[in-house]
C-alpha cells in the first residue's frame, strides 16, 4: 500500500488481456496478463522505477463509434429523407428504435418510452455503430437508393 498522501504519476499504458494458464507448480489455473505487444512492454518497462512499488490499474476496453460513422449515418439518413419526406432528426430516432429498440422509465410517477443515444456521452460502442449503418444501407438498398460509399464519400473506413 502506497503512504498516505503519495502522489502517482502515471508511466504508461500497455494494451493486453487475462489469459488463462495452468501453473505446473501449484496445479490450478490462474490468470496471466499478456501483452498485445511485448515489445512495446518490454520497451516501456525498462524505463520504469526498479524496486519500487507502483500501482497498477486495468480497464475494459470497447472502441466506440468514432466521429466518422456518426457522420456517415446522418448522411444516409439525409439519402433518405430526401425519398421519404421525413426529417433526418425523425428517421434517426426511428433507426435507433428500430436497431436498438426502447425501454420504458418512471420518471417522477410518469412512463416514458426512451431509446439509446449516439451522443458523445453516450459512448456506443463501435460494433453498435456498425449495425445502424448496415441498417441504413440495408434501407437505402430496399428504397432503390443509390448512395456513394464512404470512401466516396471521404469518410476513412473504421
Known amino acids: 500500500m502506497a503512504k498516505e498522501g503519495a502522489k502517482r504519476t502515471e508511466l504508461f499504458t500497455i494494451l493486453g488481456e487475462f489469459k488463462e494458464v495452468h501453473n505446473k507448480e501449484t496445479g490450478y489455473n490462474e490468470a496471466r496478463f499478456v501483452p498485445k505487444s511485448t515489445k512495446h512492454f518490454r520497451t516501456m518497462s525498462y524505463g520504469a522505477p526498479k524496486n519500487k512499488l507502483i500501482a497498477a490499474t486495468f480497464y475494459n476496453t470497447v472502441s466506440s463509434r468514432s466521429r466518422n460513422q456518426v457522420a456517415y449515418h446522418f448522411v444516409l439518413l439525409g439519402y433518405i429523407a430526401k425519398y421519404t419526406g421525413y426529417t433526418v432528426d425523425e428517421l434517426h430516432d426511428a ?61 476513412v473506413s473504421d
Open 95 to 155: 433507426t435507433m428504435r428500430i436497431v436498438f429498440g426502447t425501454k420504458v422509465i418512471k420518471l417522477n410517477g410518469e412512463e416514458i418510452t426512451v431509446r439509446k443515444s449516439l451522443s458523445t456521452t453516450a459512448n456506443l460502442p463501435k460494433y453498435e455503430a456498425v449495425e445502424l449503418i448496415e441498417y441504413d444501407l440495408e434501407l437505402c438498398k430496399q428504397l432503390e437508393i443509390k448512395v456513394p460509399t464512404k470512401e466516396e464519400l471521404g469518410y
